[in-house]
């Protein structure tokens, strides 16, 4: 037991010879997404999540894939996650929390944090056990200098992760920012990371063969082909700019999103039976496809006020040119298979095919205006004008190209208005241009992505400050757009509008010293309409939508929050949801709760906390159903334990 204080001493009394140790505060001890949490609509600190929605799924859609993302705040058309290395987390902004955002989007939006080298110096390392037995460990360095007008950070990070499906992967995640205050209020800053993910084995896809809920799969067994290895490396590359100059603000970041599957495999069990045969299982394999854009912002901003009135007035550019080779995949047959038990095949030989070329370029121009009247009224209005273009050049020659061009009218509107002590009324309208979701892999023309579409947002509902400590957040939602999925025949295309109308709650903050909760509730209608419903071609509700879902998120610190010891609790609950595209089969509801607990203490000049985790305690069985109606099974239960030290 006294190798662990000599181990941190050793670390420690290097870190000094670089004075790293001499006033260094915690860091990543600190973290905690409860008590971080300002609404129950999604954030993510570190590791940790809390809240009804994430970069995934808002409302019931990708806000993500939808192009809704930004970097404290300037728009940034996202590819894929960042490296942790260099981002502090993420917050997701519907409803009134979305107002005072220049040109928010229906969808919501998702705005990241970018790690900041500043304060005092640091080092924060971190080790963990991982689930079912995988471990990972990571160092990151913040070291401020010129008293904080200069700064630089970065780390490095790894994991052998052991996946609930059975078989293991190996992530790396790398990462570096650079920060400069030239003068006052001026801020520069550059980062650059990188993710690279190894020997990711494909997760069998299950299709049931009718309108019944498979067998359970056995969970922590491989069942895939070892051959399926996915490789694939995720870079994210930016410039952001804050300049004050006389009576206006520069505000401007450039960005790159990149991904490269190098080899990329799916598995799909088709036509799987009750007792766990497959009638037909196919391997779809890929590689050499690559997704890229290059986005950013301008905004000249000015601020100003007049009585007891704050104006903000924004005038944008915004663009992005975004590059995608796919295509050439080869669907390798292997017959019937099993979906329980494991049915190893020899790797066949194949070749990929030619690829597909698409390119999108998007201007957006535009200017927005916040007013707010102190103590009595709020108004947010915005106006854009966008040239889209979108041209898909196909390797083969017998399938037509495609070329479409658009300029919409982009526009927003929302107020807030306070009508009573505490409490407050909100609603807006907004009207946006997104991108379709691509086509998924069991699709005919898999990883084919549609023109962008366009969508509508109407909301409205209340803020009402239950006490000083906590807020009650309630309000309803309406979302229309086109609705693309499979066809009978497979083929991903449009099949008619939908429309996503619902209530949300969110009850957040301190129920007591040292206890806090972050509650929220989302009450979903999605229908589909069209010429595809009325025919009975498809059922009116979408597959793989959720329409309630619960979440909590409970953290009572011991002592008044004082103490060293707190304890956190996780529940969430959802309901079923369609399985397939008749309707015909729906998922069960599921249940599951997390516990985990955090102890802090230091061994000298060095804090540490040691923080246990209990993933779905009573190990409840659930299943998962993708938008084209494949099924996975949920994580079993699964034990952790992360000991993070700052130097």
Do not use: C
């Amino acid at each position: 037991m006294k190798l662990i204080p000599i181990l941190w001493r050793s670390i420690a009394g290097l870190l000094g010879l670089f004075g790293l140790t001499q006033a260094a505060y915690a860091q990543k001890t600190n973290d905690n997404v409860t008590t971080q949490s300002s609404d129950a609509f999604g954030r993510q600190v570190g590791q940790d999540r809390s809240g009804l929605y994430s970069g995934e799924d808002v409302r019931g859609f990708n806000p993500v894939d939808a192009g809704n993302a930004r970097i404290q705040g300037l728009y940034f058309d996202q590819i894929e996650r960042f490296s942790q290395r260099i981002v502090d987390g993420s917050a997701v902004h519907v409803g009134i929390s979305a107002q005072h955002y220049p040109f928010p989007a229906p969808t919501g939006l998702v705005d990241y944090a970018m790690t900041k080298p500043e304060g005092e110096p640091s080092v924060s390392v971190e080790i963990d056990s991982g689930q079912w037995l995988g471990y990972g460990a990571s160092i990151e360095a913040k070291l401020p200098l010129i008293g904080n007008k200069l700064g630089i950070s970065g780390g490095i990070g790894g994991r052998k992760f052991i996946r609930p499906e059975g078989g293991d992967a190996q992530y790396r995640n790398y990462g570096l920012t650079l920060l400069a205050r030239p003068y006052a209020g001026a801020e520069m800053m550059v980062f650059a990371g990188k993710i690279t993910n190894r020997s990711d084995e494909a997760r069998a896809t299950l299709f049931p063969a009718g309108n019944f809920v498979p067998s359970p799969v056995p969970r922590r067994v491989f069942l895939g082909q070892p051959w399926t290895m996915r490789n694939t490396d995720i870079v994210n590359l930016g410039v952001l700019l804050r300049l004050p100059l006389g009576g206006v603000r520069i505000e401007a970041g450039l960005f790159q999103s990149k991904r490269e599957h190098l080899r990329v495999f799916a598995d799909i069990l088709s036509a799987v039976l009750p007792d766990g045969s497959v009638g037909s299982r196919k391997i779809v394999a890929d590689g050499g496809n690559v997704d890229q854009s290059v986005s950013g912002e301008l905004r000249l901003v000015r601020e100003w006020r007049k009585g007891d009135w704050t104006h903000s007035l924004t005038a944008s550019l915004r663009g992005r040119h975004k590059q995608r080779l796919f295509g050439g995949a080869v669907t390798i047959p292997l017959g019937p298979s099993s979906a329980i038990a494991p049915d190893f095949r020899p790797e066949p030989a194949y070749s990929i095919g030619a690829k597909n070329h698409d390119d999108v370029r998007q201007m957006t121009y535009g200017a927005a205006y916040s007013g707010i009247w102190a103590g009595h009224l709020s108004v947010d209005l915005g106006l854009s004008k966008t040239d889209y273009h979108k041209a898909l050049d196909f390797a083969a020659p017998a399938v037509t190209d495609l070329d479409v061009r658009d300029a919409p009218l982009l526009w927003n509107a929302g107020f807030s208005l306070p009508v009573a002590k505490g409490l407050t009324a909100y609603a807006g309208m907004s009207r946006g241009m997104e991108e379709a979701l691509i086509a998924p892999d069991i699709a005919s023309n898999r990883s084919e992505s549609p023109p962008a579409i366009r969508t509508r947002q109407e909301e409205a509902g209340f803020r009402y400050a239950v006490n000083p400590h906590l807020t009650l957040v309630a309000g309803v939602f309406r979302i229309a757009k086109p609705y693309y999925n499979l066809d009978p025949a497979l083929r991903y295309r449009q099949l008619g509008t939908i429309t996503n109308s619902g209530l949300e709650m969110s009850l957040t903050g301190r129920l007591a010293d040292g206890l806090s909760l972050v509650g929220g509730m989302v009450l979903l209608d999605p229908k589909i309409s069209g010429e595809a419903v009325d025919s009975g071609l498809i059922g009116p509700r979408p597959v793989g939508q959720v329409r309630r879902r619960v979440v909590a998120n409970v953290d009572w610190r011991l002592n008044a929050g004082k103490g060293a010891w707190s304890f956190d609790l996780a529940v969430e609950s959802v309901s079923s949801r369609m399985a397939n595209a008749a309707n015909s089969l729906a998922a069960p509801p599921r249940t599951t709760f997390n516990l985990g607990a955090r102890y802090r203490f230091a061994l000298g000049d060095v804090k540490l906390l040691l923080r246990p985790r209990i993933e779905n305690i009573f190990n409840a069985y659930g299943w998962n159903v993708s938008s084209s109606g494949g099924w996975t099974f949920s994580n079993p239960r699964a034990v952790s334990l992360q000991v993070i030290a700052d130097f």
